[in-house]
């Protein structure tokens, strides 16, 4: 999966700026409220790899999700993933958003973020990133200057 912030959106879809991998950090004990926007503007293609027989023709979904990995959260609301008739929707259509929270209990480490809108093709379209869930009131910077961002594919990491 691949962030890009919504101010930027505009400049990654038309090739002026790349995306960057969906790497998140929070510290131990952390409530996570997380956003998703699902920017899908065309058909999502379908990829036969590896090759599986079915005995139905499918139809890569353009629905989109978040799904944690450790992280403690409702299963009924915040998991990102359908099951049968559950309500509510845990999956974004193109042009809409879906909030998501979880806890981090303790320190893991990190944590994979998964797509569930369509399993079976989405994770060959990279649809997937991490949070770290660091030590708590660890403190992250921006390799490169003094701003704090929770997001980055580098960080300075400061912990007590």
Same mark, same amino acid.
């Given at each position: 999966m691949l962030f890009v912030p919504l101010d930027d959106a505009e400049d990654v879809r038309c090739g002026r700026k790349a995306p960057i991998p969906l790497i998140l950090r929070a510290n131990a004990g952390d409530w996570i409220e997380v956003t998703l %926007?699902?920017?899908?503007?065309?058909p999502v293609l379908y990829h036969d790899y590896p090759s599986v027989p079915l005995d139905m023709e499918h139809r890569p979904s353009d629905r989109v999700s978040l799904s944690p990995q450790f992280l403690k959260h409702c299963p009924v609301c915040y998991a990102g993933v359908n099951v049968g008739f559950n309500k509510p929707e845990q999956t974004a259509a193109p042009g809409e958003? =879906?909030?998501?929270?979880? %806890?981090?209990?303790?320190?893991?480490?990190?944590?994979m973020l998964s797509s569930f809108g369509d399993l079976r093709n989405q994770?060959? %379209?990279?649809?997937f990133g991490v =949070? =770290?869930?660091?030590?708590?009131?660890? #403190? +992250? +910077?921006?390799?490169?200057?003094?701003?704090?961002?929770?997001?980055?594919? #580098?960080?300075v990491i400061t912990a007590p």
């Open positions: %926007h699902n920017l899908f503007d065309k958003c =879906i909030k998501y929270l979880w %806890h981090a209990d303790k320190e893991y480490g990190t944590c994770r060959y %379209h990279g649809l =949070i =770290i869930i660091e030590p708590p009131a660890a #403190q +992250y +910077y921006c390799n490169c200057s003094v701003r704090k961002e929770n997001f980055n594919e #580098q960080a």
